[in-house]
């Protein structure tokens, strides 16, 4: 599974959804797997050529979230295929909306369409038994081109439940990069929380040295905007237990004090508002929302 650049630096911002599916493989079975951060460790494109030489993958999962991760995903997946041309490259996020353009420009096979959880687990076990492509059409949720040259769409998957998004081990982040970077001081001038420090509890004295963090409480949006794309089917909002769990998992691992709400929708549901606000407040964080 590989990151690429999508932004001329990298960031802070955790690759919450190559995390989730390298978990879910690992939760059914498939240990083989390497998590190679393109996008945070910023590699030179000698060394990640090296690295695909040397690794010799049967399958590449390449995760492009947004349009700008084009040129860097058509580049790789030319030259993975030149030196591994039995090689599955798969392709997934938001840019698979260009699916057309990504199969005939680029050395993609496969492009993932929506969350990728399944539908990729699904396409290593069938990869155990054939690569022919026309073999694909049973496996909802992806894009190809048959060996006439047309483009296929399976159609599109279920979601995962609530409580299954974003389910990811900080584990897998750590053995990849510097995790440091994802949960850096607080008071560091390069950390992203400059809304906080205008709060005057980000002095308070117990808070000096604590960490700053990101989690997802939902996925998804409340309106069907026209110009918008995403995969996602309405808005879905992790049970507040859940997200508690895996608050206290980086407050407890990472000295997490101050905390990002990736949501980008974030109290859209009332009830479940009231409920994490409720929780959230015996924890003692603080907290803004993206």
């Known amino acids: ?10 960031t802070n911002f955790p690759p919450f959804g190559s995390l989730a599916l390298i978990k879910h493989l690992k939760k059914n079975g498939y240990d083989d797997i390497d998590f190679y951060h393109i996008d945070g460790n910023r590699p030179d494109y000698d060394e ?47 840019m ?14 496969l492009i993932v369409l929506g969350e990728g959880e399944e539908i990729f687990l699904d396409v290593v076990r069938k990869l155990e ?37 974003y389910d990811i081990d900080w584990d897998d982040l750590a053995k990849a990069t510097d995790i440091n970077i994802y949960f850096p001081l607080a008071n560091d001038p390069n950390s992203p929380s400059a809304h906080l420090d205008k709060d005057p509890r980000f002095k308070d004295p117990w808070r000096s040295g604590k960490n700053y963090g990101y989690l997802y409480t939902s996925k998804g949006c409340v309106s069907r905007c026209t110009f918008c794309h995403r995969w996602d089917k309405g808005i879905r909002f992790i049970p507040v237990k ?16 101050f905390l990002r709400v990736a949501d980008e929708n974030f109290g859209t549901n009332r009830r479940w508002l009231e409920e994490f606000c ?9 907290f803004h929302v993206g």
């Open 242 to 257: 859940k997200v508690m769990e895996r608050l206290d998992e980086i407050i407890e691992e990472y000295n997490v004090g």
């Open 96 to 109: 698979g909306a260009s699916a057309n353009v990504l199969l005939r420009k680029a050395a993609i096979d």
């Open 278 to 286: 409720e929780e959230i407040k015996k924890r003692d964080i603080l």
């Open 1 to 10: 599974i590989v990151t690429t650049p999508i932004r001329p630096n990298p």
């Open 48 to 94: 990640v050529l090296r690295y695909f030489e040397e690794k010799k993958p049967d399958v590449v999962g390449i995760s492009a979230v947004v349009s700008t991760a084009y040129e860097y995903s058509k580049k790789l997946s030319l030259d993975i295929k030149s030196m591994h041309p039995n090689c599955c490259v798969v392709l997934g996020g938001n």
């Open 129 to 165: 038994k054939t690569n022919n492509l026309d073999d694909f059409n049973d496996i909802t949720g992806l894009a190809y081109l048959d060996s006439t040259g047309a483009l296929v769409n399976t159609g599109y998957r279920e979601q995962v439940s609530a409580d299954e998004i």
